[in-house]
């Protein structure tokens, strides 16, 4: 079992930053993939950033060039830092763990953190 808990998210005015975090809990954080969703409501929860367990990235094609996934073995930690934020950036936060080394991986998601990008 792995327990994710995000932070990090709040208020901020556009064009400003802020830095998510999201800490797991046991032993497998060394050999996940590391996800960033968000999703507004009504809407399906979309991918934001992912990072492979060898520290490959990927980002959906709005946040490119403004947010960066990153990760910290030892603290068990990833982050998403986000920068130059637009209103559109507003939605609830998920972090998502999956192991990378078994082919049907179960998903685990953290609680969720709101950012709220004001115009």
């Known amino acids: 079992q792995v327990q994710l808990v995000e932070s990090g998210g709040g208020l901020v005015q556009a064009g400003g930053s802020l830095r998510l975090s999201c800490a797991a809990s046991?032993?497998?954080?060394?050999?996940?993939?590391m996800t960033w969703y968000r999703q507004v409501p009504g809407k399906q929860r979309d991918l934001v950033a992912t990072?492979?367990?060898?520290?490959?990235?990927n980002y959906a094609d709005s946040v490119k060039g403004r947010f960066t996934i990153s990760r910290d073995n030892a603290k068990n930690t990833v982050y998403l830092q986000m920068n130059s934020l637009k209103p559109e950036d507003t939605a609830v936060y998920y972090c998502?763990?999956?192991?990378?080394?078994?082919?049907?991986?179960?998903?685990?998601w953290g609680q969720g953190t709101q950012v709220t990008v004001s115009s």
């Open positions: 990072i492979t367990s060898g520290g490959s990235t």
């Open positions: 998502n763990a999956r192991r990378s080394d078994v082919p049907l991986p179960v998903p685990f």
């Open positions: 046991g032993s497998i954080f060394s050999i996940s993939d």
